[in-house]
């Protein structure tokens, strides 16, 4: 889908110029093999890049095997260690966990979502629990016809390297695993993300891309917030 030229960005932004901002919040959930990712999407005045923070996760169990698998998915391990990655305990992702990420953005660096959007796949407990926290869940059905628009306008930001994610390496190794399937019907043309082998994992740029679709749904007003 990216060419490896668009997909990597190695800007970096102090963390400084991102708070006190309004965010599009995004995550992809998942439980035991795949990667759950959570992010903010922020713009900020007379600036036309896209800032993105986004946090991995995934089990210990799930990290422990890739560690000791000869066929290396990825440096998980190391990502942890630089605080891409949290592990959680056990063989699942803990949602607790990627609750207490979005608390630790609004109460420390006062980066807060004005929606947050997701894929209601797995989100069980955890969408009541962050409603109970005040934030606002935006549900995004997944699909072709839901994502088309919102995947070439981000593409296209990719390729003008507007797109600002902090030289994020799990990101980007997440964005270049991604391939576009085309569908062609009734002389419209769709696409969608899929991987681009097997053992790729592209949550982290589906998550974003969730939040894209939200920006789009909510950009007249999330603008108007923007500081």
């Not at 959930?29 to 996760?57: E, Q, W």
């Not at 962050?130 to 390729?159: C, H, L, N, R």
Request: some cysteine; hydrophobic content about 40%.
């Amino acid at each position: 889908w990216l060419s490896y030229e668009a997909a990597v960005n190695e800007t970096v932004v102090p963390m400084e110029y991102l708070e006190h901002s309004y965010a599009i919040g995004f995550t992809d959930l998942s439980s035991t093999t795949d990667l759950t990712c959570s992010g903010m999407l922020i713009r900020k005045p007379n600036d036309p890049n896209f800032y993105v923070l986004a946090k991995f996760f995934l089990p210990k169990s799930r990290v422990d095997a890739v560690e000791e698998s000869s066929a290396r998915e990825a440096p998980y391990k190391l990502w942890a260690e630089q605080g891409w990655l949290h592990v959680c305990d056990g063989a699942a992702v803990d949602y607790n966990d990627v609750t207490n990420w979005y608390l630790g953005m609004v109460n420390i660096h006062d980066i807060r979502p004005l929606w947050i959007c997701f894929d209601r796949a797995l989100s069980g407990y955890w969408v009541p629990q962050m409603e109970s926290y005040g934030f606002d869940m935006e549900k995004i059905p997944q699909g072709p016809v839901t994502w088309s628009y919102s995947m070439k306008q981000m593409g296209a930001a990719f390729e003008e390297h507007k797109v600002v994610y902090q030289n994020n390496p799990a990101m980007r190794w997440n964005l270049l695993n991604v391939s576009a399937k085309s569908i062609n019907r009734d002389g419209i043309e769709t696409i969608q993300p899929v991987k681009s082998s097997k053992n790729k994992r592209i949550d982290g740029a589906v998550a974003l891309l969730n939040g894209w679709v939200g920006y789009n749904n909510h950009s007249d007003e999330y603008l108007r917030y923007v500081r």
